[in-house]
């Protein structure tokens, strides 16, 4: 086996993926195997390429990094996800880590921080740039808000815990289904087993209850 970490660069703006290949390669161990400007050529490329850790820019045409990330989660390809973003928003940083991702990246510090980033990930670690370190700390309290409010929320799935927080942005199941690229009854089934773990009952307690809890999700 080689010893290579092998790396899929997906961003729309060509001299962003040539400066990130250009950062990585300087380190011997890592390699940029495949580059794609747009969401599905990076999901036709880690299909064809099979790679270690795909960095992912938040927003791409065709296919968002974040639609990419599920779509990944989904089909439960064997990768590690990296995001990649020019914002500062604390939104989108849950989101992101909601998905299941590795590593999370501001662009305007990729130079300094996604070599560090790989290097960390490639462990089976965490790494978060450093600038926005306040938001995994506002993250961790939260959750641990939320699991001292309802105990219960701890047996939930990393899915179930995903689509309890679109319900709180009063997505439908349809919705939901067409963003997780899942069937509407697979989502209703994931809403009713939320129920049952959360001892809710009636039509609408779940919903009532992701609302009620929107600002810890």
């Known amino acids: 086996?080689?010893?290579k970490i092998k790396i899929i660069v997906a961003d729309d703006h060509p001299l962003m993926r040539k400066g990130l290949k250009t950062v990585l390669e300087t380190e011997e161990r890592f390699e940029v195997i495949a580059q794609a400007s747009n969401g599905i050529e990076a999901f036709t490329a880690l299909q064809e390429s099979p790679a270690d850790i795909i960095t992912l820019d938040v927003e791409m045409p065709e296919m968002s990094g974040i639609e990419v990330a599920r779509k990944i989660i989904e089909e439960q390809v064997e990768i590690?996800?990296?995001?990649l973003t020019m914002y500062k928003d604390e939104d989108m940083f849950n989101e992101a880590m909601d998905i299941g991702a590795s590593g999370y990246v501001l662009k305007e510090n990729a130079v300094d921080d996604i070599v560090d980033c790989i290097k960390e990930v490639s462990k089976g670690s965490y790494y978060i740039?450093?600038?926005?370190?306040?938001?995994?700390?506002?993250?961790?309290?939260?959750?641990?808000?939320?699991?001292?409010?309802?105990?219960?929320?701890n047996d939930l799935t990393k899915t179930e815990r995903n689509i309890l927080r679109m319900v709180a942005q009063n997505k439908t199941s349809k919705e939901i289904a067409e963003e997780l690229f899942i069937a509407s009854k697979t989502v209703e089934n994931h809403r009713t087993n939320i129920s049952r773990k959360l001892n809710l009952s009636g039509s609408h307690s779940l919903i009532k209850f992701a609302l009620t809890n929107k600002s810890i999700l």
């Open 1 to 3: 086996m080689s010893d």
């Open 80 to 83: 590690k996800i990296v995001f």
């Open 129 to 153: 740039s450093p600038l926005i370190s306040k938001y995994l700390i506002n993250r961790q309290k939260k959750m641990q808000s939320l699991s001292d409010s309802s105990p219960s929320i």
